[in-house]
């Protein structure tokens, strides 16, 4: 009897949704902190957030979300608009680059790697996942952790490129709104 409503801001999972052929089911083409756009107050019963990277996106190199296998390096959802990784880091300052890769990753070694980062884009642009993962591999003093030495810092810039803390503090408030009480 119920409805669920799928918000994505991701093309391709338009196009996955458009599959689903189901009359309960209504796929939104958006931001999910836009849902108190589409319901009235306290009208709905409940709100899952399924937030972050989807195996399909790290699956596809086009995208640029992993380092596993070369693609441009672009991170966003929807990446129709907005800067892409690649655009961003060609012209951050070391700080900026430092303060992202520590907020967002909790990377220890990110002054290190936005040092590396600096120095190498004097010289090249840096605009593939290969690229990146390779800067930081090549710098990076703990070469025996469990997880590749990347994997924070493309953490840390997906969700910086993609605002994805902000986004979901947004979301939290549009469902508040929608929510029955």
């Known amino acids: ?4 409503f799928s918000y994505d801001l991701d093309p ?5 949704a458009a599959n689903i052929n189901h009359s309960n089911f209504h796929f939104v083409h958006d931001n ?5 756009l589409n319901f009235s107050d306290n009208s709905i019963d409940g709100v899952l957030l399924d937030c972050g990277v989807s195996s399909p996106q790290l699956d596809n190199p086009e995208r640029g979300f992993s380092f596993k296998d070369n693609g441009p390096l672009d991170m966003r959802f929807d990446n129709s608009k907005g800067l892409t990784v690649s655009d961003w880091i060609n012209k951050a300052g070391k ?22 980062i600096i120095s190498h884009r004097e010289k090249y642009l840096i605009d593939t996942t290969s690229k990146l993962a390779k800067i930081i591999e090549e710098i990076y003093p703990d070469k025996k952790t469990k ?4 994997t924070k810092s493309f953490q840390a810039f997906r ?6 803390l902000d986004e979901f503090k947004k979301s939290l408030q549009s469902a508040k709104k929608i929510i029955k009480t």
């Open 159 to 164: 969700i910086f490129i993609n605002n994805e």
């Open 95 to 116: 700080k900026e680059i430092m303060d992202v890769l520590y907020t967002f990753g909790d990377e220890k070694h990110s002054k290190l790697i936005s040092e590396a």
């Open 32 to 36: 999910y902190r836009n849902i108190h």
């Open 147 to 150: 997880i590749h030495p990347a």
């Open 12 to 16: 391709e999972a338009k196009l996955e």
């Open 1 to 4: 009897k119920g409805s669920l």
